[in-house]
């Protein structure tokens, strides 16, 4: 074999080998970008971190992403990778005052990338040509962000070789702007999802307290008693470590505990003397009165089935069905010490406030008789050493 051939095969070999490490290289980046897609949580780390992979891998001198603001006449550089110093160049070539003969615009107008893999021969490119010899990029990668099928950004690209895109590393840039995109929908769609789900959730809210509002309204003795209750409740479940999820909703049911004394009539509800036995009974129903009036509300928390156990006492002898233990839910147990003790702290029509103190020895008395152990000691303790107050 000649000298030639044997050079010529030498050559061959060493593209192939070339070419095999650089397919590596880049299934390797696509790797770590789709790793990226399922862990961000920030548009700007996203493209920031996007743009340093690509800078990684070689031969790319600069990668940036712009985005377009909203008449898609000028786009600002948001990150960038590889050559700094080349960020004012890129600012003023992308905010161009005639942007009819920026490039960019080709890109929306055709939905498509613009591929140039000699910079010298490229007619869209006479700002770019006087800074390429000095920086020393051939090449230029220019492909859309989407959202929503509209073009909003644009992932850029400059390699120090001729004709770099082509072949496996056309297709590797191409995905690499859907998976930017990927990124960027999964992002702004979650981003909308906690905006629509903080609005419901503030709209809830007004709703409970209107109602809790109403409910007060009639009764001026005990105004403010399903809101100290709550206050106290969040407390509680706060010392209990609960997650937030349920913590809120053992405030918010707390709001609305007593809601069903709006069937009891208001001559009972504020009269200043002994109730009957009879009266006693009617003003028991309130807890299945508040259950009948919110069963057939889809809240986020067992609303109505606390509302109907929060009078239940742990060795059944509560109502309205006398549960016992473990029967009764968490939420029920948290908002009974909550409800006694706030009842009995406060001036009621028919007797003065008992007190503080004795409310404190009359839940402790009942531990793990009436009321549950633990959230009564919570209770006491948060009174006692953490100086709560109503």
């Known amino acids: 074999m000649s000298l030639a051939l044997k050079v010529a095969d030498s050559i061959k070999d060493n593209?192939?080998?070339?070419?095999?490490?650089?397919?590596?290289?880049?299934?390797?980046?696509?790797?770590?970008?789709?790793?990226?897609?399922?862990?961000?949580?920030?548009?700007?780390?996203l493209y920031q971190k996007v743009t340093e992979i690509l800078y990684s891998i070689g031969e790319y001198l600069y990668i940036w992403i712009g985005l377009f603001n909203e008449q898609k006449n000028r786009m600002?550089?948001?990150?960038?990778?590889?050559?700094?110093?080349?960020?004012?160049?890129?600012n003023n070539y992308s905010n161009s005052i005639n942007p009819e003969k920026n490039f960019f615009n080709s890109i929306i107008e055709q939905q498509k990338e613009v591929i140039i893999n000699d910079i010298s021969l490229h007619p869209y490119c006479s700002i770019l040509k006087q800074e390429s010899e000095s920086i020393g990029y051939e090449s230029f990668a220019s492909l859309p962000l989407r959202y929503k099928k509209e073009i909003v950004g644009i992932l850029n690209i400059y390699s120090a070789k001729k004709n770099s895109f082509n072949g496996a590393e056309l297709k590797f840039i191409k995905e690499v702007s859907n998976d930017i995109s990927i990124g960027i929908r999964s992002i702004?769609?979650?981003?909308?999802?906690?905006?629509n789900y903080i609005n419901?959730?503030?709209v809830l809210y007004e709703t409970i307290n209107s109602i809790a509002l109403i409910s007060e309204r009639r009764d001026p003795y005990t105004a403010g008693h399903q809101k100290?209750?709550?206050?106290?409740?969040?407390?509680?479940?706060?010392?209990?470590?609960?997650?937030?999820?349920?913590s809120e909703g053992i405030y918010f049911i707390s709001i609305l505990h007593d809601i069903g004394k709006m069937s009891i009539p208001l001559s009972i509800l504020s009269k200043p003397a002994c109730l009957s036995k009879a009266e006693i009974m009617l003003i028991q129903s309130h807890s299945r009165e508040g259950y009948d009036m919110l069963k057939n509300i889809e809240f986020p928390w067992p609303v109505a089935q606390t509302i109907l156990q929060h009078h239940e006492r742990l060795d059944g002898s509560g109502y309205p069905y006398g549960l016992k233990e473990n029967e009764i839910s968490l939420e029920s147990r948290i908002i009974a010490v909550a409800d006694i003790i706030e009842a009995m702290s406060s001036h009621r029509p028919y007797r003065p406030a008992i007190g503080l103190n004795k409310a404190l020895k009359e839940l402790e008395k009942n531990s793990g008789i009436l009321y549950d152990s633990k959230i009564v000691s919570i209770c006491t303790d948060l009174f006692r050493n953490k100086r709560f107050k109503f």
């Open 15 to 45: 593209c192939k080998t070339y070419e095999f490490k650089r397919l590596n290289i880049l299934k390797d980046s696509i790797s770590r970008i789709n790793h990226l897609l399922l862990h961000v949580k920030k548009e700007s780390d």
């Open 76 to 90: 600002n550089c948001i990150a960038a990778s590889g050559l700094r110093d080349y960020l004012p160049v890129i």
């Open 188 to 195: 702004r769609y979650e981003k909308e999802l906690e905006k």
């Open 200 to 202: 419901t959730k503030r």
């Open 228 to 246: 100290r209750v709550a206050v106290l409740t969040r407390a509680i479940a706060k010392e209990l470590k609960l997650d937030e999820k349920r």
